[in-house]
């Protein structure tokens, strides 16, 4: 192992032998930056939830985007922009050997028309308000989802229909207000469960009927706050705590927090998986330091993947049948050895510095282009050219020596494999996934701060780009939400409301209020960026810390660095919940 010092917060980190096993394998040097500033910097790139009105800069109509209209670069509508109506080749440029290859990928990056929202084209049914999406029908406001049916305001979503409000579920159907719940069905206001049904305010419960308020426990029946009723003395207070108001609602919120803080956690919550580590890690194998992921295979410092990812490392983002991605940032669908790209899709593989392209192969430094071979940002070669130039730009770029150059060393010292043994560049760019410069998002508006929420100034003080509101003027709401969703009538839809929280306007949409109407859910005060914040901050950050077991004082890790919590190893959990 090797101690290093993180350039950018000066925190040291490891790399293991293992590490450096892979980057030889892949060819790129060693990180010169932390885990946690190399996935921060891969949030960036991710504008999922904040969507804006502008022009398209090809048709010149009104279109929903994921970009601010003061974004130096057009912005096409995406069904043009994947359309033969024009070619990303026309922008190709020569590389300069005088500049720095970021300052022209840079430059390259403002002339290339960008697609509005990143969603798999072709796949989506009435669900225009969506981005970072795929094969969904009837969705509206969800992100970083796919195979969706009948979802709203909600994020990281697979294979679920019928939910409104719920982060990072798989597998489940009519749930609301739901977060890490994977196969569940008719669930609300509930976290980290598996399999439950019929279910209010519950906590790391599995298989779990007709429960309220519990948590860790397994296969139960009419149980309120870990107590166990009959059936009909269960419905009577059900009955009791009318869920169907929006103050009995609150109430048992309160309440069902206070009792779930006096029992003891899992360290983890992880599930199916073979010599793995991380948090919200499901059916993995050898998948060290990742997080909100499922299906993934010999991967490590990985988030928010799925669908299949195999021998990757520091990948962020989608996933979905792809294998050997380094320091690449939403990209996927069935994607192979593609190095430092972002928004990348469908059948690529040995790209290095591509964005938003597709079903291509050998590009580096290439924006938007489909269906390519052999480019260099955005400009046609040979293989054989295409080889030879980009060895010199590596080179220029600080980072590995040329071919020609390894195969003179070699014959040299007759030693296979072999490299100059040269000091690294203090200004190394190869090697390194593009400065915050480069990014088109403010930190505010990326999902960085989904897991680490910052304040405008602490943004700044980082070197973050920080993105001030649209200012507009609010309306006062006039409109009187019942308390009970009985006595709600289907004008609330023609109504403008404002949030409790932060005073902005939202709207309830026909579909939604169907939804609370047909399963008594009280119409909820808050917008859905106030609520979609709420769910964040019931999330741990992704981040291990080191502590003892509770209850036999074993060392482990966990995500949750207050010591006064009960905290089990995950021995003596499954002791104590079976």
């Not at 799925?306 to 690449?328: I, N, P």
């Not at 030693?415 to 480069?438: A, C, H, I, Q």
């Amino acid at each position: 192992m090797e101690n290093k010092t993180c350039k950018n917060c000066g925190i040291e980190f490891i790399i293991t032998n293992e590490d450096k096993d892979f980057y030889n394998k892949i060819q790129v040097p060693e990180p010169k930056s932390c885990p946690k500033c190399r996935l921060m910097r891969r949030l960036l790139e991710r504008n999922t939830r904040n969507l804006y009105y502008r022009k398209c800069d090809y048709s010149g109509e009104k279109i929903i985007s994921q970009y601010h209209e003061k974004q130096p670069f057009p912005v096409y509508r995406s069904d043009i922009w994947w359309s033969d109506k024009w070619d990303p080749m026309d922008y190709a440029m020569e590389f300069d050997f005088s500049k720095s290859f970021f300052e022209q990928f840079k430059e390259l990056k403002n002339k290339v028309p960008h697609f509005s929202v990143f969603v798999i084209d072709g796949t989506l049914q009435n669900s225009d308000f969506t981005n970072c999406t795929g094969y969904l029908k009837n969705c509206y406001l969800i992100s970083e989802s796919d195979y969706d049916e009948d979802c709203y305001y909600s994020n990281l979503q697979k294979h679920s229909k019928n939910m409104v409000d719920c982060s990072v579920c798989y597998d489940s159907e009519l749930c609301y207000e739901c977060i890490d719940c994977i196969n569940c069905y008719n669930l609300k206001y509930s976290s980290n469960c598996d399999g439950c049904k019929n279910g209010y305010f519950l906590r790391d419960c599995q298989g779990c009927m007709d429960c309220i308020g519990c948590t860790n426990q397994i296969h139960k029946q009419y149980m309120i706050f870990n107590k166990e009723y009959s059936e009909r003395k269960y419905k009577e207070k059900v009955s009791q705590f009318k869920l169907n108001t929006f103050s009995g609602v609150e109430s048992l919120k309160k309440e069902a927090t206070k009792f779930s803080d006096t029992q003891f956690h899992r360290n983890l919550h992880e599930d199916h998986n073979e010599n793995s580590l991380g948090d919200s890690l499901y059916e993995s194998k050898n998948a060290q330091y990742c997080f909100d992921s499922k299906d993934l295979e010999d991967c490590k410092y990985c988030a928010r993947l799925s669908l299949g990812v195999k021998d990757s490392m520091d990948h962020t983002g989608w996933g979905m049948k792809c294998e050997r991605t380094y320091e690449c940032a939403a990209c996927g669908d069935q994607i192979y050895n593609m190095k430092f790209c972002s928004t990348c899709t469908t059948t690529l593989h040995d790209c290095e510095y591509a964005e938003q392209c597709s079903a291509s192969s050998y590009l580096f430094g290439c924006f938007g282009l489909r269906h390519k071979q052999y480019c260099i940002l955005n400009k046609q070669y040979s293989k054989e050219e295409y080889e030879k130039l980009v060895s010199k730009i590596i080179e220029h770029m600080g980072g590995r020596a040329s071919a020609r150059r390894e195969r003179e060393t070699e014959e040299r010292t007759g030693l296979v494999g072999s490299r100059p043994n040269e000091v690294e560049p203090k200004n190394r760019e190869y090697g390194e996934f593009p400065s915050v410069d480069l990014c088109p998002f403010a930190y505010n508006e990326s999902i960085a701060m989904d897991y680490y929420p910052l304040t405008k100034e602490e943004a700044i003080s980082k070197g973050y780009k920080w993105r001030d509101p649209d200012k507009k003027e609010f309306r006062p709401q006039k409109y009187s939400i019942p308390d009970d969703i009985n006595e709600t009538s289907g004008e609330i839809i023609d109504e403008i409301l404002a949030c409790e929280k932060c005073k902005r306007n939202f709207k309830i949409i026909e579909p939604e209020y169907k939804f609370y109407k047909s399963n008594d859910i009280p119409i909820p005060r808050n917008c859905s960026d106030c609520r979609h914040l709420q769910r964040m901050k019931k999330r741990p950050a992704p981040e291990l810390y080191d502590r003892e077991c509770s209850k036999c004082g074993e060392k482990i890790s966990t995500t949750s660095p207050d010591k006064s919590k009960i905290i089990y190893c995950k021995k003596c959990y499954l002791e104590a919940v079976y």
